[in-house]
């Protein structure tokens, strides 16, 4: 069979195909926008605390309105002890509570130390890192306002007081998601999930298509070409849809989402090329095994969860079991999660990124011996 | 053709699910298998030893012993010493250190002098939780450092009496109380999710299967034939037995198994997981009989169920959710399961507090309605359409 001919009957398939399509232009387009939408508010902001306020001093109601001033929380109810607050917390789903002790301006001008109680709904750690940030902050302005204004009184000059109330200080910069947002980092890693997952998808839909008509006794023109010069094909041809859906999320999507890209175009492109071969190789050598088109939509479908999480981005690939980190490693999209979040969110070199690279082309020179054996067996089984 | 009756019609569901090996693995080790998997993936709870540069400019005792306390943290351990800036920013952008922190020259003079000097932390923050877990780890080091040094100072100079050195160092002490997770134990906290969020995808998915594979015996129409509605029931509830068998399944290996605590009344979760499930697979008939086609029909389950965690509201809270959000919150049945789920779990909530969620599952019924008119539809036309392909 001629080039030209395999290339025409290929994109038949390919652009006839409507589960094919639905999954690759309209997934991919879907999730763009579908996976970034509940985090588009990027921090949580003004989570309901309740403030237990047993003091009543002029400087117990300042740090309430110290409190009540953050972003982070905002004093919503007041118990007049402890155990209503709790069940006003429970009642109403608050995220927290504060509790100010008796006598706490008086201690603090006699120079004991009084202690200020917080209590966050750790059910859910986000909102419960967010209520601790907003209730501890003022409450260590508060110490240090003492601090100075102690300083100042044993005869400390003002200026030097305010730069001494701590002997060494410490200052925390985030970097490379310096506004801390959801999106910045969930959608970078995800995004990477869903080029990988729905290429392999739309892959093993055609060729389980494919295999599915064999398997009934219908002859196909992809069992009378070589199966290299199909596989070259193929791969080309879906090697250039993602390309264009690669560009589409790093470059549209990343912008629409504010969301930084360090990388530089050609090196971005490098990094593409692996990837995108080794997750097609992937998607047609479960086409060529799996007896039924929709079977590689399950298996993908049910292959996500386990592999966004193994991945390492959301919790440190140290804390996951060695065995599984390990397993996972002939998943390309391992390697490239780490990789496109390094190159293009922490601005490494590519010298940083080259064994992930490696270790892509690894992938893909795998998956496409298993493809040509696969499907040389294939033909050689419908001519017997 | 004689009616068969509900109860071989429902035996009949039995052996479809038996003849296929792909269905009968979905129903019975894969589940496990999933359960098991994403717990074993965080089933060590708590980040340990996440890895920080250190650059030390200073070299001094002080330096040194700040250096200890940040390695002391069980959260942190300093991995990479470096001997400037640029190093170690060339190690935390390659990823093999999460925080980076500069000691700067003159930090011991400075802070005899009593002219405080300033330690710069870079932390990264594209992982988030992990950036979160060294901050929060080096602000409670450098709290505890600082405050040793500032005793150590009041001693010195002229508060003999220790409480009070304390209180001058540190003038208001706090205390924290993580509530429901007491050990903030990251798998308690996710894994509860992820595995309701699992469920849901494999009923869905199995739901689509199920129905595709009768299309594939003897066509839908045969199947469905003058009692649409029975065959679905018939094929429906043993389906709605197994599912809600695994979720049975996981409850029991989170809450007895491991032992995680819960608080609430199991007769209104177990109760509330059936009409979860019912209501997925209302959703699952709704796709395929959309369709009429496996392979579509489980390329919108997919795009329907895959993104269910984010939408839980659990990694990221409900409130900060945009109305778009929370709308396609309402059309996941697991969204509103998992309030039931974490209101029983964590607070023992009152059975009122079930009930919106319980509600909301209610309008599920309508796309079963939809799939009812539709087979009835299928069931009465002649063989040219919606029959085998």
């Known amino acids: 069979m001629s080039w030209w001919a395999?290339?025409?009957?290929?994109?038949?398939?390919i652009f006839t195909n409507q589960a094919l399509l639905l999954t690759v232009f309209g997934g991919v387009l879907l999730y763009s926008f579908l996976y970034p939408l509940p985090y588009t508010s990027q921090v949580p902001r003004e989570q309901q605390v309740a403030v237990v306020n047993l003091d009543g001093s002029q400087l117990s109601r300042r740090l309430e309105r110290m409190i009540d001033a953050t972003p982070q929380v905002q004093l919503s109810a007041r118990g007049l002890s402890l155990e209503e607050a709790q069940s006003i917390f429970l009642e109403r789903k608050m995220a927290g509570i504060v509790v100010i002790p008796q006598h706490f301006y008086r201690d603090l001008l006699q120079g004991r130390q009084p202690t200020l109680a917080y209590a966050g709904d750790a059910g859910y750690f986000l909102v419960y890192g967010t209520v601790l940030e907003?209730?501890?902050?003022?409450g260590q302005s508060l110490a240090a306002e003492v601090k100075v204004s102690r300083l100042v009184m044993s005869g400390q000059v003002l200026t030097l007081a305010a730069e001494q109330h701590s002997a060494i200080q410490l200052n925390l910069h985030p970097v490379f998601n310096p506004t801390t947002g959801y999106v910045n980092y969930v959608i970078p890693a995800v995004f990477i999930l869903i080029l990988h997952q729905t290429l392999i998808m739309g892959a093993g839909i055609l060729g389980g298509g494919q295999n599915e008509?064999?398997?009934?006794?219908e002859k196909g023109y992809w069992l009378e070409a070589a199966p290299w010069k199909l596989l070259l094909v193929r791969s080309s041809l879906f090697l250039a849809i993602y390309w264009l859906l690669c560009m589409y999320y790093f470059g549209f999507s990343f912008s629409f989402y504010h969301i930084p890209h360090a990388a530089d175009f050609s090196q971005l492109n490098l990094l593409i090329l692996p990837f995108l071969l080794g997750a097609t190789f992937l998607g047609i050598s479960l086409g060529l095994l799996l007896p039924r088109r929709e079977l590689a939509t399950l298996l993908v479908l049910l292959s996500s969860m386990p592999l966004i999480f193994a991945s390492g981005f959301i919790w440190p690939v140290a804390a996951i079991p060695g065995q599984l980190t390990a397993i996972v490693q002939i998943i390309p999209v391992i390697p490239a999660i780490k990789a496109f979040v390094g190159l293009n969110q922490q601005g490494a070199d590519f010298a940083d990124i080259l064994p992930l690279w490696q270790q892509l082309w690894l992938c893909a020179a795998f998956y496409g011996c298993t493809a040509w054996g696969l499907l040389r067996r294939l033909q050689r089984l419908s001519r017997s | 053709m004689t009616a068969p009756s509900f109860a071989s019609m429902a035996a009949r569901e039995w052996r479809v699910l038996g003849c296929d090996p792909w269905l009968l693995s979905l129903v019975s080790w894969v589940p496990l298998l999933l359960f098991f998997l994403m717990w074993a993936i965080f089933s060590q709870g708590i980040a340990r030893d996440l890895p920080l540069g250190v650059v030390d400019l200073d070299k001094s005792r002080i330096s040194r012993a700040l250096i200890r306390h940040y390695d002391a943290s069980p959260t942190l351990a300093t991995t990479g010493h470096y001997l400037d800036v640029q190093e170690g920013a060339a190690a935390l952008r390659a990823g093999e250190i999460c925080g980076l922190v500069i000691l700067p020259a003159n930090l011991e003079k400075r802070t005899m002098l009593g002219r405080p000097p300033a330690v710069d932390a870079f932390v990264n923050?594209?992982?988030l939780l992990i950036g979160k877990l060294i901050?929060?780890?080096l602000l409670q080091a450098q709290g505890t450092?600082?405050?040793?040094?500032?005793?150590?100072?009041?001693l010195a100079t002229g508060t003999p009496v220790f409480a009070r050195a304390l209180a001058t160092a540190m003038p208001i002490a706090s205390q924290v109380t993580p509530f429901f997770n007491s050990n903030n134990n990251y798998a308690q906290f996710l894994v509860s999710a992820m595995l309701p969020a699992i469920w849901q995808i494999l009923m869905v998915a199995v739901t689509v299967l199920s129905l595709a594979a009768e299309q594939r015996r003897d066509g839908l129409r045969e199947w469905l034939g003058a009692s649409p509605v029975k065959a679905l029931s018939a094929k429906f509830l043993p389906l709605i037995l197994l599912f809600w068998l695994h979720g049975m399944l996981f409850l029991?290996?989170?809450y007895i198994f491991l032992g995680w605590p819960m608080h609430g009344n199991w007769t209104l979760l177990l109760f509330a997981q059936l009409i979860t499930v019912c209501a997925s697979l209302a959703a699952a008939a709704l796709f395929f009989f959309l369709?009429?086609?496996a392979a579509r029909g489980l390329s919108l389950a997919a795009a329907y169920t895959a993104p269910g965690l984010a939408f839980m509201g659990v990694t990221f809270p409900v409130t900060d959710m945009t109305l778009p959000a929370t709308l396609w919150r309402g059309l996941l049945p697991i969204s509103h399961y998992i309030e039931i789920q974490f209101g029983q779990v964590n607070y023992g909530a009152p059975l009122q507090a079930a009930m919106e969620p319980l509600r909301h599952l209610v309008f599920f019924v309508v796309p079963l309605l939809f799939v009812c008119y539709k087979a009835r539809q299928l069931g009465a036309v002649p063989v040219a359409s919606g029959v085998k392909q």
């Open chain 2, 145 to 154: 450092f600082v405050g040793k040094i500032e005793i150590a100072k009041n």
């Open chain 1, 134 to 138: 907003g209730l501890a902050g003022p």
């Open chain 2, 252 to 254: 029991w290996g989170m």
């Open chain 2, 125 to 127: 923050s594209q992982f």
């Open chain 2, 135 to 137: 901050n929060s780890a």
């Open chain 1, 213 to 217: 008509q064999r398997l009934m006794a």
């Open chain 1, 6 to 13: 395999l290339c025409r009957q290929e994109l038949r398939a």
């Open chain 2, 291 to 293: 369709t009429l086609d």
